[in-house]
């Protein structure tokens, strides 16, 4: 978890990732750093200091989502996207408005759990191949017994279990057949009732404990016994209780929520007044949750006061300001992300680590076939995208994966029969590829 980076450095890390839109990436920066500046304070006044909610206002595809995911993933905090039209008035049919902290714990809790496992694995590895070789060579009665048994023969074994050690870590045993114990999958499962999760929740915590999970035996190929062996001295070892403990105090205090599509709960646009009562309903729902409230989930209370809500829409047919009051005054910064450019679209192709052209270059690798792209070629991409965005509906970068989908499909079918060779996409293999769609105003619209 790093915490100590500046603005600058996580604006930098987030360009490793993101095109352009520099505003937003600062906005969130210092949200970032801000949290790190209250940890510094007196505890009395760290608990007057409230986070200050950003609005992210553009169309879609421009890197609103991506921001805010990288950002979390930065920070190593809990994590949690949301589609605002999920939700209803308590009454309705949907989710109750609190469950997004309940799926926002246990995020939390899976993101503290790998942690405490990554630092007992090496005992676990060690604890699990033992065991293993116990499963390979059972012990002679008296030793299970609890009878230690010194002599020519307890040497012997000792050697057959060094030897069988140097085999399985030769690899040598991997597919021999072994029974291991584990989990018996099934149980009594609570009845789910919508808008009703924390009802659901106490119910399956009560079964869990009255219909304990079983055990069974199993027959698995020992490198899959290996890893089951793991699992189950990971569970043994790591304490729960304070992994939970953990998890409420990082959700608390460095929790990030997106609030997706939160246009679409807005009144306005011309839209029937029932619907917008019903939309006004669901604001007045997450209002208390944004503001700071307590929710009950089976991990304890959590407190919402200091986790980071960043609500995000495009706002084509609403304002921000048909947002109500309350709710508006919890997102006091606002940015507004652009539309992205031909150069965009050109930058998006070749700068980011994870650039859909290096991805088509290491997927179609894995067949031996290499792939070359000219920068013409990247042009023509890039341009295409944005005359496709101008005629048809604009959807950000979203687009390049449609073409270049579309440019890269007869190869990735008949990749497995070029193996080592070179394709060097240019110009001419992008125009032909897209053929078909730049001839057919209307075939764009239902391809690309």
Request: proline share 4%; charged share 30%; hydrophobic share 40%.
């Amino acid at each position: 978890m790093n915490n100590t980076l500046t603005p600058r450095e996580i604006v930098s890390e987030l360009d490793k990732y993101i095109v352009g839109q520099n505003q937003a990436k600062r906005m969130v920066a210092i949200a970032l750093r801000n949290r790190w500046r209250r940890r510094q304070l007196d505890p009395e006044l760290a608990e007057e200091i409230a986070p200050k909610n950003i609005l992210m206002i553009g169309p879609t595809g421009v890197g609103k989502t991506e921001i805010a995911r990288r950002l979390a993933k930065l920070a190593g905090s809990p994590f949690l996207k949301v589609e605002a039209t999920k939700f209803t008035e308590v009454g309705y049919v949907g989710r109750d408005v609190e469950s997004i902290i309940r799926d926002l714990m246990e995020i939390g809790v899976n993101l503290v759990r790998q942690e405490e496992e990554a630092k007992v694995r090496v005992r676990a590895e060690a604890t699990a191949e033992e065991r293993l070789l116990d499963v390979l060579l059972p012990t002679k009665p008296l030793e299970s017994a609890g009878v230690d048994y010194i002599g020519p023969e307890s040497r012997a074994a000792d050697s057959t279990r060094e030897k069988l050690r140097q085999l399985w870590r030769e690899g040598k045993l991997d597919d021999r057949l072994v029974e291991v114990e584990v989990q018996s999958s099934g149980g009594v499962q609570a009845m789910a009732i919508p808008g009703m999760e924390g009802m659901e929740m106490q119910m399956q915590d009560m079964l869990s404990k009255v219909f304990p999970k079983k055990k069974k035996t199993k027959k698995v190929r020992v490198k899959s016994a290996y890893d089951i062996l793991i699992q189950s001295e990971c569970e043994r070892l790591i304490d729960m209780d304070k992994v939970h403990e953990i998890a409420r105090e990082r959700v608390q205090e460095s929790g990030i929520v997106f609030l997706d599509e939160i246009d679409k709960i807005c009144g306005g646009g011309g839209s029937s007044g029932k619907a917008d009562v019903s939309r006004e309903g669901v604001q007045r729902d997450l209002l208390p949750i944004v503001e700071g409230s307590t929710v009950n989930t089976k991990y304890g209370m959590v407190r919402t006061d200091h986790i980071l809500f960043i609500a995000a829409g495009a706002f084509h047919m609403s304002k921000p300001s048909d947002l109500v009051p309350e709710l508006q005054g919890r997102f006091p910064l606002r940015v507004e992300l652009s539309a992205l450019t031909r150069d965009d679209f050109y930058r998006i192709l070749t700068e980011p680590k994870n650039a859909l052209t290096v991805q088509y270059k290491a997927l179609l690798g894995t067949e031996s076939v290499d792939i070359v792209y000219t920068d013409e070629a990247l042009n023509e991409i890039a341009r295409f995208a944005q005359k496709i965005n101008e005629e048809t509906e604009n959807i950000g970068a979203r687009r390049l994966y449609t073409i270049m989908e579309k440019i890269v499909a007869d190869l990735s079918f008949e990749a497995p029969d070029m193996d080592g060779a070179t394709v060097t996409i240019d110009r001419d293999y992008v125009a032909h590829a897209l053929q078909d769609v730049q001839e057919n105003r209307d075939l764009t619209r239902y391809i690309l």
